[in-house]
């Protein structure tokens, strides 16, 4: 089982300054809402969507969301740190969400950390005001509690993270099913089919 130290390096931050990523409007339609060029994350995530019935809700929550998310690996200047979700901007119509992972890690640990935090992406999915800093705030305020505060930044947790982080791991320890699923080669949507 993993420590709780684990857990609590796994935190919602906040951006005290909201950075754009795209100048331009983009039609949220015609997007897959979870994105990574990692390969590492993208076998992560593969691992998880074929093994954990949990992640897979997830997934599909948050395709039927207004987000895109981009999921990255990066470094925190905090060793304390191994993954986060920042809202990044929210133009009319779409909101974009940034998800940044310590890819350096075993990858039990890291189908953990993916899990948690796309819990938290999922609890900003379902709360539509939360488009800005102010209003991000006052919903983690609601649901979790603080982990840190600075004058830069304030970062959250919440214990559902916790859970489905915790949950997400056993399912896939202990997975014996046999569905796969599988990402179209054009970069399209999860598919489900049989396996070996
Ligand atoms: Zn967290």
Redesign the pocket.
């Known amino acids: 089982m993993p420590s709780r130290s684990l857990w609590s390096r796994?935190?919602?931050a906040l951006a005290m300054a909201l950075v754009p990523l795209f100048s331009n409007q983009v039609c949220a339609d015609d997007l897959e809402r979870i994105r990574t060029e990692s390969d590492v994350l993208n076998t992560v995530m593969a691992t998880a969507l074929e093994r954990s019935v949990t992640f897979r809700s997830l997934v599909e929550r948050i395709e039927r969301s207004d987000l895109i998310v981009y999921v990255t690996c990066s470094h925190f200047e905090s060793v304390t740190l191994a993954g986060r979700t920042l809202l990044a901007t929210a133009p009319p119509g779409v909101r974009y969400v940034r998800v940044q992972i310590l890819c350096q890690q075993p990858q039990r640990a890291l189908v953990t950390i993916v899990a948690?935090?796309l819990q938290?992406v999922v609890e900003i999915a379902s709360t539509p005001e939360a488009v800005d800093d102010r209003s991000v705030r006052r919903l983690f305020s609601a649901i979790g509690f603080s982990t840190c505060q600075s004058p830069r930044s304030e970062q959250f947790?919440?214990r559902a993270?916790?859970d489905t982080g915790e949950r997400v791991r056993r399912e896939v320890v202990h997975y014996r099913g046999t569905n796969v699923l599988v990402r179209r080669p054009e970069g399209g949507r999860w598919q489900r089919k049989s396996g070996d």
């Open positions: 796994a935190v919602i948690h935090e938290h947790e919440t993270a916790w």
